[in-house]
């Protein structure tokens, strides 16, 4: 099997969440309406096949990698897992306990990924540039740049939910996570951009 580069990996990666998008737009909420159990089962799960496809490009990725960059994967990860494990800990106990609302479980639940691929993309970027290396080997756009692209796309869930399908839930939903990676990309442009004019003196 060939080496995946990141310009292949990143283009791929981008697909699979478009498509993601548009089952999320187009076949998801059909599982709401279907009399069919089976039918409902596979509107409702549609989205999660484009996300098995990423995991499965990252994980071809990282095979790939050098015993460098599969440290820094391995260190982004474990990282990551406390943080998803710690975030789903306490919002089972708020939940239990009900001081949140009914349905936030499963709100909680939907956060899990993106917030593991968050976690683990930044803690990963920053162990490679403490092993003296900006990317550890990866081209392409920076992460704040690459967070763009699912903000936009999710936040395209967000408005044709509101305008189009006056699905206040899904909107809701989507609108949050939209933001989340906007901040997140915020955060990280503007903390690469502190380093780089302090790198210039």
């Known amino acids: 099997m060939s080496r995946i580069s990141a ?11 478009t498509i993601y998008v548009a089952l ?14 089976w039918l409902k089962l596979a509107c409702a799960l549609a989205p999660v096949v484009p996300v098995l496809y990423v995991i499965a490009l990252m994980a071809r990725k990282v095979m790939q990698s050098d015993e460098l960059e599969q440290r820094t994967h391995l260190i982004g990860l474990g990282v990551a897992t406390a943080v998803v494990s710690v975030f789903s800990l306490i919002g089972g106990f708020l939940a239990a306990a009900k001081v949140l609302p009914p349905d936030a479980a499963s709100v909680l639940l939907l956060w899990i990924f993106p917030v593991l691929v968050v976690a683990y993309s930044s803690v990963r970027g920053w162990v490679a540039r403490r092993y003296g290396s900006d990317s550890c080997g ?3 756009s920076p992460f704040f740049l690459r967070l763009l692209l699912p ?27 939209a933001s989340a990676f906007v901040v997140v990309a915020l955060f990280l442009g503007a903390r690469r951009w502190a380093r780089a004019r302090h790198a210039r003196g």
């Open 138 to 140: 990866d081209e392409g």
């Open 151 to 177: 903000a936009a796309l999710v936040g395209a869930v967000a408005a044709y939910a509101e305008f189009i399908k006056h699905d206040e839930y899904l909107a809701g939903i989507a609108a949050g996570m």
């Open 7 to 17: 310009k292949s990996y990143q283009r791929r990666t981008m697909f699979a969440m």
């Open 24 to 37: 999320l737009l187009l076949v998801w909420p059909l599982a709401r309406d279907a009399g069919n159990p």
